[in-house]
């Protein structure tokens, strides 16, 4: 039975489906909402048009107070049609809004879960590399904000090492000290090459310590680069 394999874009794309679905049910309950409301409220001219059966349906009546309070009716008819009608055109307009924000906030939720994971990952992974420059003229490498001075033969590894990654290749430690030193592979040793990575590691990893960690002040001494609420002694 094979294993089950978990694919990031897999996942990016079903979280995509799942905000598009969502949208879209928001969209068309909002909608549906909107119609069954306009479908429901009576019509503008409800009012006046029981107003004028009235007329119609009593002919009869010719007393100037029946008359008059026809006419106070009708008149009452053209003021709740107009009324009616502005409380639709206010219940459209709170439905876009409704819309409006209802979408908002899915996409800033969407926008603040997709930044959690991002910060997670950030966490597990420690440094987030986005940009990698290496002065040769300088003898210093730059990562992101950061610039870290090397000697010439920690330079020379970590080029070699760039050079490699650029071209999606894997290098042994025979092949770094015979690119360096510019012998034949079958004369170099495993071991030379993997101790000048080891340097590498080391001059790199404590100047990247140096600044993230344990922080030197000059002429007064060192002090931990960390909040003192973060810090826990078990």
């Not at 510019?182 to 590691?201: F, I, M, P």
Request: glycine share 6%.
């Amino acid at each position: 039975m094979p294993d089950r394999t978990f694919s990031v874009t897999d996942a990016r794309r079903s979280g995509t489906r799942v905000v598009t679905f969502g949208i879209a049910a928001i969209v068309a309950l909002l909608v549906l909402a909107g119609i069954w409301l306009f479908v429901t409220l009576p019509e503008a001219g409800a009012f006046n048009d029981r107003v004028e059966r009235l007329f119609i349906e009593n002919d009869d009546l010719t007393a100037q107070a029946e008359v008059k309070l026809l006419e106070i009716l009708a008149q009452s008819g053209t003021a709740f049609a107009e009324t009616l009608e502005s409380y639709r055109l206010t219940i459209f307009v709170l439905l876009v809004f409704a819309t409006a924000l209802l979408l908002a906030a899915l996409i800033f939720l969407v926008m603040l879960v997709g930044l959690n994971r991002r910060m997670a990952a950030i966490e597990r992974s420690g440094i987030e590399v986005r940009s990698l420059i290496i002065s040769r003229s300088e003898n210093t490498v730059y990562l992101n904000t950061m610039g870290f001075h090397l000697t010439e033969a920690m330079m020379e590894t970590l080029a070699i090492l760039a050079e490699a990654r650029l071209d999606e290749e894997m290098l042994t430690g025979t092949q770094i000290e015979a690119m360096i030193s510019g012998r034949d592979a079958s004369d170099c040793d495993e071991a030379a090459g993997a101790t000048r990575v080891k340097r590498l590691r080391d001059g790199l990893g404590n100047q990247i310590v140096s600044e993230l960690l344990v922080k030197t002040i000059a002429k007064r001494g060192y002090m931990l680069a960390v909040d003192k609420d973060v810090i826990e002694v078990i």
